[in-house]
T-cell receptor
Framework: DQQVKQNSPSLSVQEGRISILNCDYT??????FLWYKKYPAEGPTFLIS?????DKNEDGRFTVFLNKSAKHLSLHIVPSQPGDSAVYFC????????????FGKGTHLIIQP | KAGVTQTPRYLIKTRGQQVTLSCSPI?????VSWYQQTPGQGLQFLFE???????NKGNFPGRFSGRQFSNSRSEMNVSTLELGDSALYLC??????????????FGPGTRLTVL
């Protein structure tokens, strides 16, 4: 049973536009969420995180929104740049980290010129 | 500061053999976690080591084990390899344990192929 779901395996966005990546979760014990970015042949790189006590966190071009009642979070990238083309993973912590990070299966973002 | 390093980067083994993978965390980091990435299951948590003690373990059989040394370097061992163990094995380090929701820094991974 997948507890963190990224329902879009891929997303294509034009350079300069907004990219919106979505993530849904089922485990109500998740209380800390992170987004990671992964290039081929490299490990995931941390992008941005949000605690469940907040509904928004911003860092430069990246903003994460959390809707706890809907068990949904999203990552907004504005403006999208060619270097943003990568696989983006949504991940969550629960229970004081006892289960490690639970990852979604990723969304491949393609930024088109 | 050097990142997380994993050796070897690629490995080919046959069924029934055992394998040991190595991970050197970022200097000063005391927690090392291991993950398995496969196309079907995605990234799955194997276990975490902090201060040479296994703190948490994911839902994997006992064939998967690990250890951590006093310098925080960690090794992961898989015994009696099965075809389904073919995967990318990622190591991640963090300053504190996962219990404090530390940001994890990932290595490039070891690609294991079991024939």
């Amino acid at each position: 049973d997948q507890q963190v779901k990224q329902n879009s395996p891929s997303l294509s966005v034009q350079e300069g536009r907004i990219s919106i990546l979505n993530c849904d979760y089922t485990n109500s014990m998740f209380d800390y969420f992170l987004w990671y970015k992964k290039y081929p042949a490299e490990g995931p790189t941390f992008l941005i995180s949000i605690s469940s006590i907040k509904d928004k966190n911003e860092d430069g071009r990246f903003t994460v929104f959390l809707n706890k009642s809907a068990k949904h979070l999203s990552l907004h990238i504005v403006p999208s740049q060619p270097g943003d083309s990568a696989v983006y993973f949504c991940a969550a912590y629960s229970g004081g980290g006892a289960d490690g990070l639970t990852f979604g299966k990723g969304t491949h973002l393609i930024i088109q010129p | 500061k050097a990142g997380v390093t994993q050796t070897p980067r690629y490995l080919i083994k046959t069924r029934g053999q055992q394998v040991t993978l190595s991970c050197s965390p970022i200097s000063g980091h005391r927690s090392v976690s291991w993950y398995q990435q496969t196309p079907g299951q995605g990234l799955q948590f194997l276990f975490e080591y902090f201060s040479e003690t296994q703190r948490n373990k994911g839902n994997f059989p006992g064939r998967f084990s690990g250890r951590q040394f006093s310098n925080s370097r960690s090794e992961m061992n898989v015994s009696t390899l099965e075809l389904g163990d073919s995967a990318l094995y990622l190591c991640a380090s963090s300053l504190g344990s996962l219990a404090t929701y530390n940001e994890q820094f990932f290595g490039p991974g070891t690609r294991l192929t079991v024939l």
